[in-house]
């Protein structure tokens, strides 16, 4: 599996070309970063960690060229993901990460006027709502988002 990964064609910014993969991008990077940066976390000593973060920045200007719910939601569950996958030793690498899903998370709130008052926090998509209180749990379980002051919105995308 990683050996399809890491031979993937690149776009012109250097991110994976993922369209063999899902016709979603968002989606497919969900299924692509957190396996390979598991692999170069446990198996590959962290070699292959300047190339994730290369990509890392690059899908973040994709991102935010492209904002809008359905991709905000699937980047920051793939996003949490690879979170989770990376090494908290290599800590410049960790944080850089931690602060872009912090940031993503609060642009989210803002733009799409997200709240705990709302039925699925304001998402017209159900499953969007539901992917995003994933992504939430997930960033809970590892610390990387306060708990006590994400909570009500988490509860309010399964409402």
């Given at each position: 599996?990683?050996e399809?990964?890491?031979?993937?064609?690149?776009?012109?910014d250097?991110?994976f070309?993922?369209?063999?993969?899902?016709?979603?991008?968002?989606l497919?990077?969900?299924?692509?970063y957190?396996?390979?940066?598991?692999?170069?976390?446990n198996?590959?000593?962290?070699a292959?960690y300047?190339?994730?973060?290369?990509?890392m920045?690059?899908?973040?200007?994709?991102?935010?060229?492209?904002?809008?719910?359905?991709?905000?939601?699937?980047?920051?569950?793939?996003?949490?993901?690879?979170?989770?996958?990376i090494?908290?030793e290599?800590?410049?690498?960790y944080?850089?990460?931690?602060?872009?899903?912090?940031?993503?998370?609060?642009?989210?709130m803002?733009?799409?006027?997200l709240?705990?008052q709302?039925?699925?926090?304001?998402?017209?998509?159900k499953?969007?709502?539901?992917?995003?209180?994933?992504?939430?749990?997930?960033?809970?379980?590892k610390?990387?988002?306060?708990?006590?002051?994400?909570?009500?919105?988490?509860?309010?995308?399964?409402?």
């Amino acid at each position: 599996m990683i050996e399809k990964i890491k031979a993937l064609p690149r776009t012109q910014d250097g991110v994976f070309d993922l369209t063999s993969i899902d016709n979603n991008f968002y989606l497919a990077a969900g299924k692509v970063y957190p396996v390979y940066t598991a692999y170069e976390t446990n198996e590959n000593k962290k070699a292959g960690y300047p190339d994730i973060m290369l990509q890392m920045r690059a899908l973040e200007k994709k991102v935010e060229q492209e904002f809008t719910q359905a991709n905000a939601v699937l980047y920051l569950k793939a996003l949490v993901d690879t979170i989770a996958a990376i090494s908290p030793e290599i800590y410049e690498n960790y944080r850089e990460l931690i602060e872009i899903f912090r940031k993503k998370i609060k642009t989210a709130m803002e733009e799409f006027d997200l709240s705990a008052q709302k039925q699925y926090a304001g998402f017209a998509s159900k499953e969007d709502a539901e992917i995003l209180h994933g992504a939430l749990q997930t960033a809970f379980e590892k610390d990387v988002l306060l708990k006590e002051k994400y909570q009500a919105l988490s509860d309010a995308l399964v409402k």
